[in-house]
């Protein structure tokens, strides 16, 4: 049901739309949708993935983001259990899977998103200390720097926009949630998968050299990944140097 509602947010927030009102209709017909024909994942089968009234397929993401949203529930309740902080988790990663799929369709991550989320990274922290509020105070800032950092030497250096500001307000999202330590892994993540794919993208001839790929969804992947194995990963590294 969280996942049903993302959708909305996912098609709304980037058309200054309200997201309660109106209701939930079918975006060709305008026709309203009943609650039975309104229940995730369910629906989308029980209609077979069309409006019941004009026809119109009903996108395959839809049912995406509410069984992907279910998972990473799921997820997280598994690795951290009932707790304070599994509360500011979930709407962690409810607010990553939105920014991941506006930035896909719209190439922006909207600041109403990531800011809000910051404060709650560091509130999180106070009455968790996983991390310490130190640990996501420094998150938050070397993750905004970072990104500042890189997209002003990218600017000056081949005088080209590689990440926008939404990036670096997401960044600090991250820090602040994650504390620094795991920040760096998500942002190392992002920037290796990121690449992969666009050289990858490149060689295939799908896209052009001076073509663009949004950031913003390996920002959001890398922070999932490193949520539920960067420990792992931080280990694995010092270990290098013992
Ligand atoms: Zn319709």
Known sequence: MVGSFLNVCIWRIPRDESLALPGSHC???????GWYDNIPL???VWLAGRCRRCKAPIHWRYPLVEGLTAGLYLMTVLHSGIAIRTAFL??????LVVITFIDLDHG??????????????LISSVL???PS??????????????VYLIAVYAEVAFQQESMGGGD?????????FLGWRLMLVSFGFAVVSGACLSLGLIAAGVLSRKGRIPFGP???LGAVVTLFAGDRVIDWYMSLFR
Do not use: K, Q, Y
């Open 27 to 33: 975006p060709r017909c305008n026709g309203p949708i």
């Open 42 to 44: 369910v629906s989308f």
């Open 90 to 95: 979930l709407l962690f990663l409810s607010v």
């Open 108 to 121: 922006i991550i909207p600041h109403i998103l990531t800011l809000p989320g910051i404060p709650l990274g």
């Open 128 to 130: 968790t200390f996983d």
């Open 133 to 146: 509020p130190l640990e996501a105070v420094t998150g938050a800032l070397v993750g905004a720097g970072l």
């Open 168 to 176: 670096v307000t997401l960044l600090s999202m991250i820090g602040a």
């Open 218 to 220: 390996f920002l959001a």
